[in-house]
């Protein structure tokens, strides 16, 4: 039995809506073989003094080194990576591997507020890690971070964010307007030439703690079984939204979406 791989670079979500913890949900409900790296542990909590723990170099590395040696991904995507020398030393094996779908979400802050990315490594991830992505995947806070711009708040800002972010060197830019006020949500995919609109209607709800992840990490299985990347976006952009749809309340603030959405209604 072959199986498309994916692997995901990122942190760890306790919580369980984000994060590896939505990625490899994604990855088994889409029918891939999902493997992790985490970067990160992220276990925010009112009890605990510390509630983001980095993991060292030396341990990111040997988790992807195991990934490629003992499987091989056919496509990865980068989650939170959160400190500079993270994102150097992943953006080096990345260059040097032939893994052929590279999925960068630049995370920055999650849904609860976390800092998921480190003020001073927001260039380190725009010159070494943006311009080895097949996409990158923004939404508005972080497209208008990553450019130094105000917030784009119309599809139309959307696209001409898309086109200076193209410039930066991804093959294809996919920007989110889940947070776009007074419209449907309407994603921005752009590869240099065409731009494409993705939309679906707004779900008036506070439960989406992982829709991002669960988005790129969508659009990598779809990539690691050979689709377009057109053919990706509108698979997870499909997905995603179902997530949405059915996001789960735990009756404890914002809640997760619901991975196994799409098989359920
Ligand atoms: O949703 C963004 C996100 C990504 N990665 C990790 C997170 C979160 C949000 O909480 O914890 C590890």
């Known amino acids: ?14 919580q369980g809506s984000a994060g590896i913890q939505a990625d490899l949900k994604t990855f088994q409900e889409l029918d891939v073989y ?5 970067t990160a542990i992220v276990a925010n909590n009112s009890t605990t003094e510390q509630g983001i723990f980095t993991q060292q170099i030396e ?7 195991a990934s490629f040696e003992h499987v091989g991904p056919d496509a990865l995507k980068t989650g939170m990576l959160f400190t500079e020398p993270i994102i150097k030393r992943t953006s080096e094996i990345i260059a040097s591997s032939s893994v052929k779908g590279i999925v960068v979400d630049p995370v920055m802050i999650g849904k609860m507020g976390s800092q998921l990315l480190q003020d001073e490594a927001i260039e ?7 311009p080895l992505a097949t996409i990158i995947t923004p939404n508005l806070q972080e497209a ?6 105000p917030l784009p708040q119309s599809p139309e ?9 193209h ?12 947070s776009l006020k007074n419209h449907a949500a309407v994603d921005i995919l752009y590869d240099g030439s065409t731009v494409k609109r993705f939309e679906s209607e707004r779900v008036n709800t506070i439960h989406t703690s992982g829709a991002g992840c669960t988005y790129s990490a969508a659009i990598t299985a779809e990539l690691a079984k050979g689709k377009t990347v057109e053919e990706a976006v509108g698979i997870a952009k499909a997905f ?18 619901n991975h196994a959405a799409h098989r359920k209604y």
């Open 1 to 14: 039995m072959s199986i498309p791989r994916t692997l995901t670079i990122a942190g760890s979500a306790a």
């Open 34 to 38: 999902g493997m992790s790296a985490i």
């Open 59 to 65: 341990a990111i590395e040997a988790q992807i080194h």
């Open 124 to 130: 380190t991830l725009i010159t070494h890690l943006l």
């Open 144 to 149: 208008a971070r990553i450019l130094d711009e």
């Open 157 to 165: 800002a959307m696209e001409a964010a898309a086109c200076k972010l």
């Open 167 to 178: 410039q930066l060197g991804p093959d294809y830019v996919l920007i989110k307007g889940g």
């Open 240 to 257: 995603v939204t179902s997530a949405i749809q059915h996001a789960l309340s735990f009756n404890r603030g914002i809640g997760s979406t």
